[in-house]
């Protein structure tokens, strides 16, 4: 979990209050956090560090300072700053005056997006460049995939000319002087000699162009996202007017990134200036914008769901108070004998997924200690589940007919998912915040972890036959929350002679002995080859699929192998 930390001088300012330690412990709950470590309090105040640790990866918003602060100061009843004064919205840009970022065609598959804003206000203290520095590297670390998909620049404004421009650069060719160098480097030579370079250059060593910043005189700013040049990046303390960047793969996690950055810097008295950013292509929210900007949608919870998962009789009003006293906004809207409550939450929060999230924030704002203790109102005697039963009796059949068991993640990436098995994806549920793009989506069939496993299993004797029983979810509009999940059974067979008469001999043996009736109609999957693929139906309903794998998935996974393979729906069998 991530741990912060806080000069306690700046916190203390920052929370408007101050707190004995047993205190600050206590309040820190509401945050999901704990005291880590207390300062020496030998030292003077504005020396002493406090150590904060966040039980939560879902929060980045309080991975600094001024966010920690920012949480306990509203469950106080506090005020925060007014973020509206510089927040773009869709088709309500703010005043960016001169400060526009240009970028340049050809970043599109190294590094295409970018945000930035600009503070001005007054000057920058030790205090606050270590924290800076602190959100940076927490951010970018934990949030941003080890700077892979964000990271984040700051450069002297005052320095800066408009427009800045994000451009593709030959890296044998370019040379700048990095930070804390004296020489100039070229940009490939910074990746092998420079310690940063050697911390992140995996990120670029690929890479045919490299991204740089400049501004409008072509002084270099930054090699993103790997480290800024000895001019214009060196921040020092009593700087006034700082740029902020940032660059990265995933467009929302930029906007959210910027907005949490800004939303610190505003809350320790700064002003925020908005700057637009012009990419040739679109972003997901348009060619040019102009951040910080909000995007984040709204988010239903019924009272009654909130009041049952927490145990409680909370009122409406109650519930509100709670979500406002943690940074969003709730509204109330009468339906039926229920009452919905959608909230908005702020711009530097983008965690609310689920009407879950929202109980979840209604307990943090009524305080643990509101919810009692309570005696198990029922006895009950645990027992396997129907699914679970017959999950177990198939793996026993499938032993039994010499397939081995494997067990795999229900999470994988884009490429495994859809572009390996040639469909078009558009059931398959996407992680809104993932932390690598290994783990960006939920598997839709067992069948891509069978054949991922098979890829990696050439030097074993053939046959190969494996199996698993597990989860599968995918998009559902019948169900409330929009998604599906089932207990599945796949099977792979790679062998020389394999074809869709043994893989029918197979699935004839398992639904016998499964004592089910079946039938088969023919299918048009793409994932298997067409006129060898039948589907798996009972009472006229498709449960399953079985066929001869299609030699472009196979040829995707890099399997030399013909395959075989059938997917069943295990509940729709009960």
């Not at 600050?24 to 504005?46: F, G």
């Not at 890479?207 to 040049?229: Q, T």
């Not at 972890?449 to 998009?475: Q, R």
Request: glycine share 6%; hydrophobic share 35%.
């Amino acid at each position: 979990m991530p741990k912060i930390e806080v000069n306690e001088k700046l916190f203390f300012n920052l929370l408007e209050t101050k707190y004995d330690y047993d205190t600050l412990e206590e309040k820190l709950t509401c945050a999901k956090a704990e005291l880590d470590e207390k300062a020496d309090e030998s030292l003077p105040e504005n020396e002493r560090t406090i150590k904060i640790e966040l039980n939560d990866t879902n929060r980045p918003d309080l991975w600094s300072t001024a966010g920690v602060a920012r949480q306990l100061r509203q469950k106080n009843g506090g005020k925060t700053a007014d973020y509206s004064k510089f927040l773009s919205t869709k088709g309500n840009f703010k005043d960016y005056g001169n400060r526009v970022v240009n970028v340049e065609p050809g970043l599109e598959e190294v590094r295409p997006y970018m945000t930035a804003f600009v503070i001005s206000g007054k000057p920058i203290d030790e205090p606050m460049l270590l924290d800076i520095i602190q959100t940076q590297e927490k951010l970018c670390w934990n949030y941003g995939r080890k700077r892979r998909s964000i990271s984040m620049g700051v450069y002297r404004s005052a320095q800066i000319e408009w427009p800045v421009k994000y451009h593709p650069v030959n890296p044998d060719k370019t040379s700048f002087v990095p930070l804390a160098c004296e020489e100039k480097m070229t940009c490939r030579q910074i990746l092998t000699d420079h310690p940063k370079g050697k911390e992140y250059g995996w990120i670029l060593k690929d890479a045919k162009v490299f991204p740089l910043l400049s501004d409008a005189k072509d002084e270099i700013m930054s090699m993103a996202p790997i480290i800024n040049s000895a001019t214009l990046g060196a921040v020092q303390v009593g700087d006034k007017d700082l740029m902020v960047e940032m660059t990265g793969t995933d467009m929302p996690g930029l906007l959210l990134a910027t907005m949490i950055v800004a939303c610190d810097f505003a809350d320790a008295g700064y002003e925020i200036l908005p700057v637009c950013v012009k990419h040739p292509y679109d972003t997901g929210f348009g060619k040019e914008i102009v951040t910080p900007y909000f995007f984040q949608d709204t988010t239903k919870a019924s009272l009654n769901a909130i009041n049952k998962r927490l145990g409680s009789s909370l009122t409406a009003e109650e519930a509100v108070k709670a979500i406002n006293l943690m940074g969003s906004t709730a509204t109330t809207e009468a339906k039926d004998d229920d009452t919905i409550i959608t909230v908005t939450p702020p711009p530097y929060r983008n965690d609310f997924l689920h009407e879950v999230d929202v109980a979840e924030d209604v307990m943090c704002g009524m305080d643990l200690s509101y919810f009692g203790p309570e005696r198990p109102r029922d006895f009950t005697i645990g027992r396997l589940l129907p699914v679970t039963l017959l999950s177990r009796k198939t793996k026993e059949l499938m032993v039994g007919m010499g397939y081995q068991e494997m067990i795999f993640n229900y999470l994988g990436s884009k490429k495994d998912y859809i572009d390996n098995m040639c469909i078009d994806g558009s059931d398959v549920i996407e992680i809104s915040n993932p932390m690598s793009e290994n783990y960006q989506f939920v598997r839709p069939s067992i069948i891509p972890s069978l054949l991922n496993a098979e890829a990696g299993s050439a030097n074993a004797v053939y046959p190969h036959k494996i199996f698993e029983t597990g989860k599968i979810a995918f998009l559902c509009d019948e169900e409330n929350t929009g998604t599906r999940t089932r207990q599945n059974l796949g099977f792979v067979t790679a062998a020389a002679d394999t074809n869709f008469n043994t893989v029918a001999s197979e699935v004839a043996t398992l639904l016998h002995f499964l004592d089910y009736e079946y039938n088969v109609a023919e299918a048009e999957d793409p994932r298997f080859i067409p006129g060898r693929q039948a589907k798996i139906l009972k009472d006229g309903k498709a449960i399953g699929i079985f066929g001869e794998i299609h030699p472009q998935v196979l040829e995707n996974w890099q399997i030399t192998v013909p395959c075989t393979a059938c997917e069943l729906d295990l509940e729709e069998l009960l």
